[in-house]
């Protein structure tokens, strides 16, 4: 397939900005990219997609995400409102997941699906609960990402707080799932261990899931720091702060991803940074869960390479970059604290390194040999755009309604915003009869 007539952005090493730009895709890569005449000559039977002056960009990557979260939408929680971080826990997320079954998984996935094609995800990182239907979970989310054809790579939290059955059945989905993505080496798909966070998991429940997981050569997907909560009971529990527990039990290492690390001192940063560990930033769930702004220059200033999640808020990762752009300026009162450069790394270049742990890249570029996972955007830009400046323009004139083409592998999962793997108005359907049902499991427990 050619795509031709686009304004690309290559955001490779080169950063190039190509006006009347094309691609050509071979298969589920990149083959070719550089100017529409040129390819066209030297390409003449490809079937053609006309960009019509659109922007083209590698597909966005969402570094840490829960699709089991989907039916928190529009949800108004009964009695008092949650005061602080463990109280959202415990009458939002605690209480949602186990009111999951083995459909409102499905469904939840797809809704997210949806949401990601048509604003321009084309990777997403899950961490997935549901403790009243845990075997065979992975596989139910598996099947949904793979029927959306978008890549994903999943996890299932492994607790202490579901009591010892489910704790193991934890362990048991995470290895089974990992044991079968190894064995399938499906390019969609990809998995690592999954852990909630130190606020919920005993030392020994940390030395199984380390046993297990180095058994699978793999890494984990873990929550750190995110409250100031954490940093407390890991104190309590062991004397530790939270990343040195981590490290002592052997959860860190370049294959593992931290979400959050909103409270991590200075010590812990080091420790991040020597270990290679992946830290991933979530500006929206750290607003709405009032639990602090991370130090992200600090981290990003140590050599970490920080990507950036969206936690369960809508997969509009345009979004969650103009959030991180503006939180942090606003955090430490200086409007030189997080320029849009910095943000763009996070969102592309950092993000790519993450998804390339589980995903044979490179990812999250356009470039000859790339995987061919390409968004259209509707951006006609009033200004002088060039591949210096592309990093304010996308802060302050691209969001990811205006995704018009969505394309991952070589496979065009939208197009002019038509959704052609999933069915959308289906979709939307049954998810409201599975929704309603489960908000009535969550207030009759
Ligand atoms: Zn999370």
């Not at 979970?137 to 489910?166: F, H, K, M, N, W």
Request: aromatic share 6%; proline share 4%; glycine share 8%.
């Amino acid at each position: 397939m050619l795509i031709l007539n686009g304004t690309l952005a290559t955001m490779d090493d080169q950063n190039r900005l190509i006006p009347d730009g094309a691609l050509l895709i071979k298969g589920d890569r990149i083959a070719a990219v550089g100017d529409s005449c040129d390819l066209q000559a030297r390409y003449p039977g490809e079937q053609v997609l006309d960009a019509e002056g659109r922007m083209v960009m590698p597909g966005l990557i969402c570094a840490h995400t829960h699709f089991y979260g989907a039916f928190a939408r529009g949800m108004a929680l009964p009695g008092e409102p949650p005061a602080n971080f463990p109280e959202i826990l415990e009458k939002l997320w605690w209480r949602l997941d186990k009111a999951l079954d083995e459909e409102s998984v499905r469904y939840s996935a797809l809704v997210c699906l949806v949401d990601a094609i048509r604003h321009g995800t084309t990777t997403l990182i899950d961490h997935h609960a549901s403790p009243n239907a845990i075997d065979g979970s992975l596989d139910v989310i598996a099947e949904a990402t793979l029927q959306a054809g978008v890549r994903a790579s999943l996890c299932y939290e492994v607790t202490d707080r579901d009591g010892e059955a489910r704790r193991q059945a934890g362990i048991a989905e995470n290895a089974r799932f990992i044991a079968a993505v190894q064995a399938e080496a499906n390019p969609l798909l990809g998995a690592s261990f999954g852990l909630h966070a130190l606020l919920t998991l005993s030392d020994e429940t940390l030395e199984k899931a380390a046993a297990a997981a180095a058994a699978l050569g793999t890494g984990f997907h873990i929550h750190v720091a995110e409250d100031l909560a954490d940093q407390r009971n890991s104190f309590k529990r062991s004397g530790l702060p939270i990343v040195e527990r981590l490290h002592r039990h052997g959860i860190l290492g370049e294959k593992t991803i931290a979400a959050h690390c909103v409270h991590v001192d200075d010590t812990e940063v080091e420790i991040l940074r020597e270990t290679g560990s992946r830290v991933v930033h979530n500006p929206r769930s750290n607003m709405n869960n009032a639990v602090g702004t991370a130090r992200l220059a600090g981290l990003l200033r140590q050599g970490i390479r920080v990507g950036l999640g969206n936690d369960g808020f809508s997969n509009n990762l345009f979004t969650e970059m103009h959030v991180a752009y503006l939180v942090h300026k606003m955090a430490r009162g200086d409007p030189r604290a997080m320029p849009a450069d910095a943000v763009l790394r996070m969102a592309f270049a950092h993000n790519a390194e993450i998804a390339d742990l589980f995903f044979p890249g490179p990812l999250g570029q356009l470039s000859p040999g790339a995987l061919a996972d390409v968004i259209l955007v509707d951006y006609f830009p009033t200004t002088p755009l060039d591949a210096g400046n592309l990093p304010w323009h996308v802060i302050w004139g691209i969001d990811g309604s205006s995704v018009d083409t969505t394309i991952v592998g070589g496979r065009v999962l939208m197009h002019h915003r038509e959704l052609l793997t999933l069915d959308e108005a289906a979709i939307t359907a049954r998810s409201r009869e599975l929704a309603a049902e489960v908000w009535q499991r969550m207030t009759s427990r």
